[in-house]
């Protein structure tokens, strides 16, 4: 077939209509980003990581009697259960904790009720195992790979600041467990994102939450999707110091490579949420007074927004840009970076699966056929 006949085709499907969703709105263009009507920096200044999960998934802010029962309900789901530690356990050291989380999703649902359940009101929605859980997963697998006692989680803590003291065994400052907090939030949900259209493609079959959730962390794995906050630390680790960005985005963008946390399929303007996490780095930059990693991310940021623009193509940071620098001056190991990313996610994926049921219809698109003619064995 020659290139004139191939009907023409969205790779990547990029600028297709997928499907409807009254979660998130991201205006490309004016760099906003809304859940459910509310613009993000609002719900990142106002509202807890909990508040914002009873938003996605039912549709409006609690109210003060519906905020405390949810919150309940979240941290009664944090424990986890003796055979979900003794997994955690066995899990090979050396594995990247994402693969354990992906595990631990289908493990976690041999051990409940939920099979039966393919509509808007399965019993996720209600045990909220998926959302309450992962971070204590992440917390328990770091503390144990590094030959720790496991830290059962607090009940009187914010979702960010029980993190905290899961990881550490120490209660985090209140300033310190806000900033995770608020990064939960940041992070909830983004439209039709690669995992969240993972996770609707498999609720589209009629599978689980679990099994949908485990899909979409896989996706979110990857290095152009959450993995990319990992990557941006390596990233300023390997350019050393904000003196010698010049010379190394010279060789970089020489040699074809794609300058990690940069750049959005959407987003056509500076990511909103980068720009809250770069208020955070700063602070805490001044607050640790370690500089190193705001000055590096600041000195690519400016050096590849004129480059960019000479070319004009302008880029911009993107959510993953400023958030493993925060995490690190939080002492969080790199590897939890993407983890994290999951544990807030994990509120969005689920609203995203409860909404596909609703309307639902088979994700199953066409693809060009580019291989032989039919043929036969000789
Ligand atoms: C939470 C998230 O998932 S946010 C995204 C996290 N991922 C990253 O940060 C990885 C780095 N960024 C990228 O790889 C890309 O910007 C993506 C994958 C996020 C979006 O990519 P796409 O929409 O497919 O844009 P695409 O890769 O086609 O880029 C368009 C142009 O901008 C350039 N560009 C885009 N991002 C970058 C980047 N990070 N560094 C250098 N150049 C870039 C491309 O080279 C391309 O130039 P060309 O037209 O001359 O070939
Ligand atoms: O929307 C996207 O393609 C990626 C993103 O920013 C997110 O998932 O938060």
Not at 152 to 174: D, Q, V
Not at 180 to 192: E, N, W
Request: net charge neutral; proline share 5%; aromatic share 8%.
């Amino acid at each position: 077939m020659s290139d004139q006949e191939k009907p023409s085709y969205a790779k990547g499907l990029e600028g297709v209509i997928a499907g409807e969703t009254s979660i998130s709105k991201v205006d490309g263009e004016a760099g906003q980003l809304y859940y459910r009507g509310y613009p993000i920096a609002e719900l990142a200044e106002n509202k807890s990581y909990e508040e914002v999960v009873y938003l996605l998934i039912n549709g409006e802010l609690p109210d003060t009697e519906q905020s405390i029962l949810f919150s309940a309900k979240m941290r009664n789901a944090r424990d986890l259960s003796e055979p979900i530690l003794q997994m955690i356990r066995n899990f090979p050291r050396g594995s990247h904790p994402m693969e354990l989380l992906q595990s631990v999703i289908a493990y976690l649902s041999a051990y409940v009720e939920h099979r039966i359940h393919h509509g808007p009101h399965c019993n996720c929605r209600d045990t909220l195992h998926q959302v309450a859980q992962l971070a204590s997963v992440i917390a328990a697998y770091h503390r144990i790979s590094q030959g720790l006692e496991y830290v059962p989680p607090r009940r009187n803590l914010s979702h960010g600041a029980n993190f905290l003291y899961m990881l550490r065994g120490e209660e985090p400052s209140p300033e310190e467990g806000r900033i995770m907090d608020t990064a939960l939030v940041l992070h909830a949900d983004h439209s039709f994102n690669a995992s969240t259209f993972t996770a609707r493609v498999i609720a589209s079959t009629q599978s689980t939450c679990y099994s949908s959730i485990s899909g979409a962390i896989g996706a979110l794995y990857g290095s152009l999707h959450g993995g990319a906050n990992e990557k941006v630390v390596d990233m300023v680790e390997e350019i050393g110091s904000a003196s010698a960005v010049e010379p190394w985005l010279d060789h970089a963008l020489a040699s074809g490579r794609k300058i990690m946390g940069m750049g959005h399929r959407v987003y056509r303007a500076k990511d909103p949420r980068a720009v809250i996490m770069e208020g955070f780095l700063e602070k805490l930059s001044e607050q640790t007074g370690d500089r190193h990693y705001y000055d590096i991310l600041k000195a690519l940021e400016t050096s590849m927004a004129r480059r960019m623009a000479e070319k004009g193509k302008p880029i911009y940071p993107n959510v993953d840009f400023f958030s493993g620098a925060i995490y690190r001056l939080l002492g969080i190991p790199k590897g939890l970076f993407t983890p994290i990313f999951a544990m807030s996610r994990a509120a969005g994926w689920l609203a995203h699966i409860l909404e596909q049921r609703v309307d639902n219809r088979l994700y199953r698109p066409k693809a060009l056929y580019t291989g032989p003619e039919p043929r036969h064995i000789t």
